[in-house]
């Protein structure tokens, strides 16, 4: 297993676009899994990454996505959100989206 650095390692891997859902793939090491956190901000229509006290990435969602259903799993590499498309939301409220899945090797 690797040991959490200083500061996470992020980056977008890949963005897939199918009929149904956006799939984000991020490189995300360097972190362990209780410091990972996963919000949508359905007001801004974007989901933000945070990893501590000290690391967010925002990643802002095209207007025909529901960031406020995204589920996102983690398998101590590779970050995975799946956000559904459909209609613009009306709730304004944030909130948590949770690590579904956790891939063990």
Request: glycine share 4%.
């Given at each position: 297993?690797?040991?959490?650095?200083?500061?996470?390692?992020?980056?977008?891997?890949?963005?897939?676009?199918?009929?149904?859902?956006?799939?984000?793939?991020?490189?995300?090491?360097?972190?362990?899994?209780?410091k990972v956190q996963v919000q949508a901000e359905v007001d801004s229509n974007c989901v933000v990454v945070k990893c501590?006290?000290?690391?967010?990435?925002?990643?802002?969602?095209?207007?025909?996505?529901?960031?406020?259903?995204?589920?996102?799993?983690?398998?101590?590499?590779?970050?995975?959100?799946?956000?559904?498309?459909?209609?613009?939301?009306?709730?304004?409220?944030?909130?948590?989206?949770?690590?579904?899945?956790?891939?063990?090797?």
């Open positions: 297993m690797q040991k959490p650095t200083a500061m996470p390692n992020f980056e977008i891997d890949y963005v897939k676009e199918t009929a149904h859902a956006y799939i984000i793939n991020c490189k995300l090491t360097g972190v362990f899994k209780e501590g006290h000290f690391f967010a990435r925002r990643i802002h969602l095209p207007s025909n996505s529901s960031s406020s259903r995204t589920t996102a799993s983690w398998d101590g590499r590779f970050l995975t959100l799946f956000v559904p498309r459909t209609l613009a939301c009306s709730n304004t409220t944030p909130s948590k989206v949770l690590i579904v899945q956790t891939v063990h090797h």
